[in-house]
C-alpha cells in the first residue's frame, strides 16, 4: 500500500480557498486517490477521489498531476463548519481491498 | 433511510471482561470492516470481511475477534486479551462495483469503549 505525507495541521479563515496536499511518491498504475473528513467523535465522511488530472465536485475538487505522486484537495470558499480532519488515501480500489487511513491534516478555519 | 448504525455509542467496561460491539448495515454492501482510533491518531483496521463466512485480520487485529454470518452484521468482540482497549471504534461498509466507480466506504456513528 502506498505511504501518504500530509501536512499535521493547517488554519484559514472563512472564505478562504484551502489546499491540502498529500504526497504518494509509491503510488501503483491500479491506485486511486481518495479522501475523507472527519469530525471530532464521528465516523470519516467521503468527500472526492480520483485517478488522474481533475475532479470536481459540489463540495471540492481534486488536482492530481501527471505523474501522479501528489495531489491537492482544493475547498472553495470555507466556513466554520468545515474545521476538522482530512485524511488522504491512496489504494487499489479492487472490491473488498483495505484502505490506509494516516494521521491525516487538521483543518482549523477562523473568523 | 440506508446506513450502518452501531450501538451503543458509549461503553463502559471492567478491565477483564470482554465486550461485544454491534454493527449493522442495510445498504446491502458485502464488505464490512474495523477501525479503531485513538485520540489525535488516525483510523487502524481492525479486521474486515468481504463476504458472509470469511473475514481478515487487519493491522491490528490481536485481541479482538469478529463474525460474519449475516451480511447485514459484523460484530467486534474485544477480548480480554486486547491490553489498551479504550478507544473509539468505527465500522464501515462498501459496495462491489463496475471498475471506474467510487468506492467510498460509508461508516457508522463509532462507539466509544471504556474500560477501567
Known amino acids: 500500500l502506498a505511504k501518504t505525507t500530509q501536512p499535521i495541521s493547517m488554519d484559514s479563515y472563512e472564505g478562504q480557498e484551502v489546499n491540502i496536499t498529500c504526497s504518494h511518491n509509491?503510488?501503483?498504475?491500479?491506485?486511486?486517490i481518495t479522501w475523507y473528513q472527519q469530525f471530532p467523535s464521528q465516523g470519516p465522511r467521503f468527500i472526492i477521489q480520483?485517478?488522474?488530472t481533475k475532479v470536481t465536485n459540489e463540495v471540492a475538487s481534486l488536482f492530481i498531476p501527471a505523474d501522479r505522486k501528489s495531489s491537492t484537495l482544493s475547498l472553495p470558499r470555507v466556513s466554520l463548519s468545515d474545521t476538522a480532519v482530512y485524511y488522504c488515501?491512496?489504494?487499489?480500489?479492487?472490491?473488498?481491498?483495505?484502505?490506509?487511513f494516516g494521521a491525516g491534516t487538521i483543518l482549523r478555519v477562523k473568523s | 433511510d440506508g446506513g450502518i448504525t452501531q450501538s451503543p455509542k458509549y461503553l463502559f467496561r471492567k478491565e477483564g471482561q470482554n465486550v461485544t460491539l454491534s454493527c449493522e448495515q442495510n445498504?446491502?454492501?458485502?464488505?464490512m470492516y474495523w477501525y479503531r482510533q485513538d485520540p489525535g491518531q488516525g483510523l487502524r483496521l481492525i479486521y474486515y470481511s468481504q463476504i458472509v463466512n470469511d473475514f481478515q485480520k487487519g493491522d491490528i487485529a490481536e485481541g479482538y475477534s469478529v463474525s460474519r454470518e449475516k451480511k447485514e452484521s459484523f460484530p467486534l468482540t474485544v477480548t480480554s486479551a486486547q491490553k489498551n482497549p479504550t478507544a473509539f471504534y468505527l465500522c464501515?461498509?462498501?459496495?462491489?462495483?463496475?471498475?471506474?466507480?467510487?468506492?467510498?466506504?460509508?461508516f457508522g456513528p463509532g462507539t466509544r469503549l471504556t474500560v477501567t
Open positions: 509509491n503510488i501503483a498504475t491500479n491506485d486511486y
Open positions: 445498504l446491502n454492501h458485502d464488505a
Open positions: 464501515a461498509s462498501r459496495r462491489s462495483g463496475q471498475e471506474g466507480s467510487s468506492y467510498e466506504q460509508y
Open positions: 488515501l491512496v489504494g487499489d480500489m479492487e472490491y473488498g481491498n483495505k484502505l490506509v
Open positions: 480520483g485517478y488522474k
